[in-house]
């Protein structure tokens, strides 16, 4: 039996129903675009603000890893029900998926029109090389394995590939169509501050300024100068290809962020940057936006910054709500999307935050309360939307206060684990039916 916790029915009631039908890509105005605050959507007069109430569609059903991607067609077609009926109105997936994904949307968007349900579409920035060799932290060395995926997943969105088998990753004949409802793209993963450290200086002599097609940066460090000249790739190689194109970001998080954070207790968290506010896409019609995955308890900075801590909502104290202010006003000519937020309904706490929004120790009432409360906070905060963590619980997940537990690691995805909060992010659990009652005779 699926079980759904309270915030799938709380998010009902706090969503509007603003909705936009299908996108004619005869325009010659790109389906997609940007303004300071919001991605907007062409609605054949105008741009519309949309602002995103997301939520992240990872598939790693129990006993499963990600790269297995189990899901089935039925599965998603149920699934989009369900999240159209909680009130999203986009999903966001981080990778490719197999082709029933794509078939599954399309014909979901198309048996509802005037209701679709958006994507923002991922590019995996994956560290399995070819030729085999060992990864020194240097994202040079994911160059041309990042621009094959680009490659693909532009692509297979626009159904127009076929992949041949291979082993945990996506693959198939890619025939769907779902770019008229791909809002946007995000590409890469949380980037470690010690690859960003590495690819600075292993490249000193790389230039300070890119200066392509769509997108310039000026003043870069090198690992900033990676990062524009991938987004320029992805832009260039679908104008290309299929002359569209759409708003783009990297993926990101606080601990990267060019941010301040002088009374982080932990080194790591505030050695490295990457800032895109150094970005010019002027002669990008879509614009570009920034994404950061933001919870309220991680890294110690988030909660305990001296400079967010005055901050306040209508539940209390709330530094949270301080540091997306901080953000938001570091990027006050982009959109900021919060690509991932949330709590766990976990029976231990990993990390505790000021704001009482803690890793894991809420149950699922408090759990929908508090990201009810985070998307609020990030409207507040003048963002452009939110994408929450994540759609259903994901059984392989470790969580370092849980792993006594895991006597055998290596049966992880076997079982649930009420203590361990990363495997408790979902809406959507999964419990065993249990057995029919048969009285004794």
């Known amino acids: 039996m699926r079980r759904f916790t309270t915030f799938f029915y709380a998010l009902v009631v706090f969503v509007s129903t603003s909705t936009f039908s299908q996108i004619d890509k005869n325009f010659q105005e790109v389906p997609f675009s940007t303004d300071d605050t919001y991605l907007t959507i062409w609605n054949g007069e105008k741009y519309v603000p949309f602002f995103i109430k997301g939520v992240n569609l990872g598939v790693s059903l129990p006993g499963t890893t990600p790269g297995e991607l189990p899901a089935t067609?039925?599965?998603?077609?149920?699934?989009?029900g369900m999240i159209k009926e909680a009130?999203?109105?986009?999903?966001?997936?981080?990778t490719l998926h197999y082709p029933r994904f794509y078939q599954a949307l399309r014909d979901y968007n198309l048996a509802h029109p005037k209701n679709?349900?958006?994507?923002?579409?991922?590019?995996?920035?994956?560290?399995?090389?070819?030729?085999?060799?060992?990864?020194?932290?240097?994202?040079?060395?994911?160059?041309?394995?990042?621009?094959?995926?680009?490659?693909?997943?532009?692509?297979?969105?626009?159904?127009?590939?076929?992949i041949p088998q291979r082993y945990g990753r996506a693959w198939g004949d890619y025939t769907a169509d779902i770019s008229p409802w791909v809002v946007a793209a995000i590409i890469g993963r949380e980037v470690y501050p010690q690859e960003v450290l590495t690819t600075n200086a292993n490249h000193p002599n790389w230039p300070q300024t890119f200066n392509g097609n769509f997108l310039k940066i000026f003043n870069a460090a090198p690992s900033e100068y990676w990062f524009v000249k991938a987004m320029e790739y992805y832009i260039q190689y679908e104008w290309n290809q299929y002359q569209t194109m759409r708003p783009l970001s990297i993926s990101s998080w606080p601990t990267l962020d060019p941010l301040s954070h002088p009374e982080e207790i932990f080194p790591d968290e505030d050695t490295a940057s990457i800032d895109l506010s150094k970005v010019v896409d002027d002669n990008y019609p879509p614009g570009i936006f920034i994404s950061y995955h933001a919870y309220p308890y991680y890294p110690y900075f988030v909660s305990y910054q001296s400079d967010y801590q005055p901050f306040f909502d209508y539940m209390g104290p709330n530094s949270y709500?301080?540091?997306?202010?901080?953000?938001?006003?570091?990027?006050?000519?982009?959109?900021?999307?919060?690509?991932?937020?949330?709590?766990?309904?976990?029976?231990?706490?990993?990390?505790?935050s000021s704001s009482g929004m803690n890793h894991g120790g809420e149950d699922e009432w408090e759990q929908g309360i508090f990201n009810l409360r985070m998307l609020n906070n990030i409207r507040s905060a003048n963002c452009g939307g939110g994408i929450m963590f994540a759609w259903i619980d994901e059984w392989f997940k470790r969580t370092w206060i849980a792993d006594p537990l895991d006597y055998l690691p290596d049966?992880?995805?076997?079982?649930?684990?009420?203590?361990?909060?990363?495997?408790?992010?979902?809406?959507?659990?999964?419990?065993?039916?249990?057995?029919?009652?048969?009285?004794?005779a």
Not at 73 to 80: E, I, L, S
Not at 87 to 94: A, D, S
Not at 329 to 339: E, H, R, S, V
């Open 73 to 80: 067609y039925d599965d998603y077609m149920r699934w989009f």
């Open 87 to 94: 009130g999203f109105n986009c999903i966001r997936v981080y």
């Open 116 to 162: 679709p349900l958006y994507v923002i579409h991922g590019t995996w920035l994956d560290e399995g090389l070819d030729p085999p060799q060992i990864y020194v932290q240097d994202l040079d060395q994911l160059t041309s394995i990042f621009y094959q995926t680009i490659e693909e997943n532009i692509d297979c969105i626009h159904g127009n590939r076929s």
């Open 321 to 352: 709500l301080g540091y997306l202010t901080a953000l938001k006003t570091k990027y006050q000519n982009f959109p900021l999307i919060i690509a991932e937020f949330g709590v766990p309904s976990a029976w231990v706490v990993a990390k505790y």
């Open 411 to 440: 049966r992880r995805p076997m079982w649930l684990n009420e203590m361990s909060p990363e495997q408790n992010f979902g809406l959507l659990r999964f419990d065993k039916d249990p057995a029919p009652f048969v009285p004794w």
